[in-house]
C-alpha cells in the first residue's frame, strides 16, 4: 500500500514580495528564492505582504494579506466577500483590464499552441458586469456549531462554503433570496441533506432545482411550496441523478423558461437543466457578432456544430436558406425542433451525431455547406476540424469557451487551408479568469 506524502509544513510569517505578472488563473506571480509563488489577490507591479497558503514541491500558493503599493488597475471589489468567497477571483482588477488580460491570454494561446496569429483583432465584446449571472449551482450546507445555514460558493482555497448574505453577480432575484433560502433551509427537517440548489433563470421566469439526499417531509415540502409561490419560483425536486428531476410547483405542465434574441425577433424555450449561457446579454451579443461574421445568405447552406437547443442555429436560420444544426446529444435535437417550431421555421433541421467521428458521409452533410458555426464544449472540436474540409465552406466562425483547445484547433485548420482572419474576447464571465472567444477562419 503506498504511503500517502504528508504535505510539507507552510510557513507562518508574511513575506513582502513584488508581483512581476498575472497566471493564466489571474493569480499574481512572483519568485521567493528562485521558486515561483502563486499570490491570490494581488496583481503585476504591486508590492504586498504575502502569507503561504500552500507548499509544494516545484511552486508554492499564497494570498496578498495588505497590498503595500497598489497597481493602477486596482479598484475596490464590488463584493464584500471578495477577499474569501471563491465564486470570483478578478474583482479587484478594473474591467477594463480585465478585458486586455484576457486578450493577451488568448494572444500567447494561439501563439504557444498553433503558430497562429489573427489578421486582425475584434473589438472585445462586453456588457453587464454585475447581476449577470442567470446559471449557477449553489451549495449548501447547515454548520451545527453556528445553528445556522450557508447558501452560495465555496471559499477560496477550502472546501468551505462562503458565508454570504448576497452575490453582486447573481441575477438581482436570486441574490436578493439568499438569506430567505438560508432561513427556509435552516428551518427544515431535512437541512443536513439539502446539499445544492440549482438555478436558471429566463427573460422573466425563475426555476430552483433542490436536490435533496433523504425523501421530502410533508413540513418540508410546505415550506418549500410557500417560499415558491410567493417569490413567483418554479421549483423542482432532485431526488438523485438529473433523470429525477421534476416539477412541483406550479402544476401548469410547463418545463420550460425562454431568452429572447432581439436582434433575430426569436425566442428559446429550455428546460431549467439544459445548457444555456449565464450571461444573456453577452449572448445576444454574441450571437449577433458570430451571424454578422459569418454573413449568411439566403441562398446558402449553413452548419451549426454543437448547436445545443438552437441558440446559434435558430437566429442562423432566419437569415439563411438551409440551416442544419448537430449535436450530440439526443434531447437537445429535441429542443431545437421544439424551438424550430416555436418560432414557425421551416429551414432549419436538427440531428444527433457522435462529433467525435467523421459524419461527412452521413445524407444529410454529402450536399456540403457555404459556411459553418462552430461552437464546442472546452475539450474544443478537434476531430472535427480534422476532416472539416470534406463540407467544402469557404467561412468558419468558432466560437469558445477555451483558448487553448481554439489555438490547437485553429493549427489544424491552418494546415487544412484555412486563414485565421478575425479573433477576439468576449466578456461571459466577468469578474473571473474565464476566456471566451471567437474566432473567422476563410478558405485560402
Known amino acids: 500500500m503506498a504511503r500517502r506524502r504528508k504535505r510539507k509544513p507552510v510557513p507562518q510569517e508574511a513575506v513582502e514580495v513584488t508581483i512581476e505578472k498575472l497566471s493564466h488563473e489571474g493569480r499574481g506571480i512572483t519568485h521567493i528564492d528562485g521558486k515561483t509563488t502563486f499570490v491570490d489577490g494581488a496583481l ?15 511552486f508554492n500558493e499564497g494570498y496578498a494579506e495588505e497590498v503595500l503599493q497598489a497597481s493602477d488597475s ?18 479587484h482588477m478594473a474591467t477594463d483590464e480585465q478585458i486586455r488580460f484576457k486578450q493577451s491570454i488568448l494572444a500567447e494561446h494561439f501563439q504557444h499552441f498553433g503558430d497562429i496569429e489573427p489578421e486582425e483583432w475584434l473589438a472585445p465584446l462586453q456588457a453587464d458586469t454585475l447581476q449577470y449571472r442567470k446559471k449557477a449551482r449553489l451549495g449548501v450546507r447547515w454548520v451545527s456549531k453556528k445553528e445556522s445555514c450557508l447558501v452560495g460558493f465555496r471559499e477560496k482555497r477550502s472546501n468551505f462554503l462562503a458565508e454570504i448574505e448576497q452575490c453582486p453577480v447573481l441575477d438581482k432575484k436570486v441574490s ?47 415550506k418549500w411550496l410557500s417560499f415558491a409561490e410567493e417569490n413567483s419560483i418554479d421549483l423542482y425536486y432532485q431526488s438523485k441523478g438529473p433523470d429525477t428531476v421534476k416539477k412541483v410547483f406550479p402544476d401548469d405542465g410547463n418545463e420550460r423558461l425562454n431568452y429572447e434574441l432581439i436582434d433575430f425577433s426569436v425566442k428559446l424555450a429550455f428546460h431549467p437543466m439544459d445548457f444555456t449561457q449565464v450571461n444573456t446579454s453577452i449572448n445576444r451579443k454574441m450571437v449577433k457578432l458570430a451571424i454578422d461574421l459569418l454573413e449568411p445568405k439566403k441562398e446558402e447552406r449553413v452548419l451549426d456544430l454543437f448547436c445545443g437547443l438552437g441558440n446559434f442555429t435558430i437566429p442562423l436560420a432566419t437569415q439563411s436558406g438551409a440551416v442544419v444544426g448537430v449535436e450530440g446529444v439526443d434531447s437537445m435535437v429535441k429542443r431545437g425542433y421544439e424551438n424550430a417550431d416555436l418560432n ?7 440531428y444527433q451525431a457522435d462529433l467525435q467521428q467523421d459524419f461527412s458521409d452521413k445524407p444529410w452533410a454529402k450536399e456540403g455547406f457555404d459556411k459553418i458555426l462552430i461552437d464546442p464544449p472546452r475539450s474544443g472540436a478537434l476531430e472535427v476540424v480534422e476532416y472539416i474540409s470534406n463540407f467544402g465552406a469557404k467561412r468558419i466562425v468558432y466560437v469558445s469557451c477555451n483558448p487553448a483547445t481554439l489555438a490547437r484547433d485553429a493549427g489544424v485548420l491552418k494546415e487544412k487551408g484555412y486563414r485565421l482572419t478575425k479573433a477576439g474576447v468576449m466578456d461571459m464571465f466577468p469578474h473571473t479568469a474565464h476566456v471566451e472567444s471567437i474566432a473567422v477562419f476563410e478558405k485560402q
Request: net charge neutral.
Open 44 to 58: 503585476p507591479g504591486e508590492r504586498v505582504t504575502m502569507k503561504y497558503a500552500v507548499v509544494r514541491g516545484k
Open 74 to 91: 486596482r479598484v475596490e471589489p464590488p463584493c464584500p466577500k471578495f477577499d474569501m468567497c471563491g465564486g470570483c477571483s478578478m474583482q
Open 176 to 222: 436578493d433570496l439568499i438569506m430567505p433560502l438560508r432561513q427556509l433551509i435552516g428551518s427544515m427537517d431535512a437541512k443536513q441533506s439539502t446539499p445544492q440548489i440549482e438555478l436558471a433563470a429566463g427573460d422573466t421566469g425563475l426555476a430552483f432545482i433542490i436536490r435533496h439526499m433523504e425523501a421530502m417531509t410533508e413540513a418540508d415540502h410546505a
Open 344 to 350: 414557425k421555421l421551416k429551414n432549419v433541421d436538427f
